[in-house]
């Protein structure tokens, strides 16, 4: 109550009388909610790599032997009003050093009813490119990002602001189709024109602005869904990314990707399982690098030139009964050969299995491993343990 009357002092100080107040009150619909969740993660083990960060490469990835706690996600999820949803992610998280870092990953609102099966999503938010990239740790099938979301979008997956289109097309099966346009800059558009990127090109980053449209970012993305029987459900879908870079003042980055979901589900299933799941996500990157001085050494210069990487995953995920879930991922990524031998475009081959227990569906156990193998460093063997506990009321991911 003394919140409110310091609430309507304030607005009879500027003018407004305490009874348009009372009479006015803001519009909210009848089912507004809001949903609070936290998700703390935090991974334990041991790699024959003593330096884990030059293999783990994601940055919600296991860091060092021994303890990580790479993410701890506060969500703020409800409805804002007839017309708008909205949605905030705060992530914590510490370093290899043990040092806090905090971070708005994504704060955006959703229309709810504008027409023609359209939807608007403004914002920051990750980029609806393939299937793992707009998804949150908690809800990775394994420990670690795929190398080749790395290789191509950085240790943070690709996010920016921006605003995002989606139409649902009319068909008798699920269609969707997006476009996203965001800023190109920051080191969350790891091939774009982020400082970043020197790590592909080796170059000193150009400073440039954003001269007229073309140097935004352009996220396009079409996704269909059917059932195959009243057992089975495929999902395929194709990605683009296409915006400046920053190796020189008219370089541009191009990224394509094709992805795949399957799965199956018993008709005698029981709270879901047993089921079987196929996940596959392929990607090839065209980065035009222009002339450019080296970032390392003022006196070497780079001349124009085209690298070429490309990369793919591919998982299997076995629900073997309630709670007990194994899985099994190979994967590779590799890059042309260019004027900077980049640590990051380096040929990698990793396979991974696990096996993940649900004590209940607010915390989950998983231990996994890697077979690392880089060229010409050769193989790497590492052991995590992951834990995972939910507090609170998570929004709902898409399928």
Not at 94 to 116: C, I, K, N, R
Not at 244 to 268: C, E, F, H, M, V
């Amino acid at each position: 109550m003394r919140v409110q009357h310091l609430f309507t002092a304030c607005i009879i100080a500027v003018g407004v009388p305490g009874a348009v107040l009372a009479q006015q009150p803001a519009p909210r619909t009848s089912g507004a909610y809001m949903n609070t969740s936290f998700v703390g993660l935090m991974d334990f083990g041991w790699s024959t790599e003593p330096d884990v960060g030059s293999l783990q490469l994601g940055d919600h990835d296991p860091r060092v032997r021994g303890f990580s706690i790479p993410n701890g996600e506060l969500a703020l999820d409800g409805t804002v009003d007839p017309y708008f949803k909205g949605f905030t992610n705060i992530v914590y998280k510490l370093d290899a050093q043990g040092e806090t870092g905090v971070e708005l990953e994504e704060m955006y609102f959703l229309t709810t009813s504008l027409p023609g099966n359209l939807q608007l999503k403004g914002g920051q938010f990750f980029a609806e490119f393939g299937r793992q990239n707009p998804q949150h740790p908690h809800a990775w099938a394994f420990a670690d990002e795929p190398l080749v979301l790395h290789r191509m979008f950085g240790p943070e997956g690709l996010r920016s602001q921006g605003l995002r289109l989606s139409w649902l097309v009319p068909t008798s099966w699920y269609t969707e189709a997006t476009v996203g346009v965001f800023n190109s800059a920051g080191g969350t558009t790891f091939s774009f024109r982020s400082d970043e990127s020197a790590e592909i090109h080796g170059g000193a980053p150009d400073e440039r602005d954003v001269r007229d449209p073309a140097d935004l970012l352009v996220v396009p993305r079409v996704a269909t869904s059917f059932d195959l029987s009243s057992t089975q459900t495929l999902l395929v879908g194709v990605s683009g990314a296409f915006g400046p870079n920053s190796s020189g003042p008219d370089a541009r980055t191009q990224i394509y990707g094709t992805d795949l979901y399957w799965k199956w589900k018993s008709p005698r299933a029981h709270q879901g399982f047993p089921f079987v799941s196929f996940q596959a996500e392929g990607m090839t990157r065209r980065y035009t690098a222009g002339r450019r001085v080296s970032s390392e050494n003022p006196n070497v210069t780079f001349s124009d030139e085209v690298l070429r990487d490309q990369g793919a995953y591919a998982q299997v995920v076995w629900g073997i009964k309630p709670l007990v879930v194994a899985g099994l991922r190979g994967e590779f990524a590799t890059g042309s050969v260019a004027a900077f031998a980049s640590p990051t475009r380096a040929n990698r081959v990793r396979v991974s299995p696990n096996l993940t227990w649900y004590p209940t569906e607010f915390s989950k156990f998983r231990l996994q491993y890697n077979y690392d193998f880089r060229d010409g460093l050769g193989p790497d063997h590492s052991v995590w343990m992951q834990i995972e506990f939910l507090l609170g009321a998570h929004a709902a991911h898409k399928f």
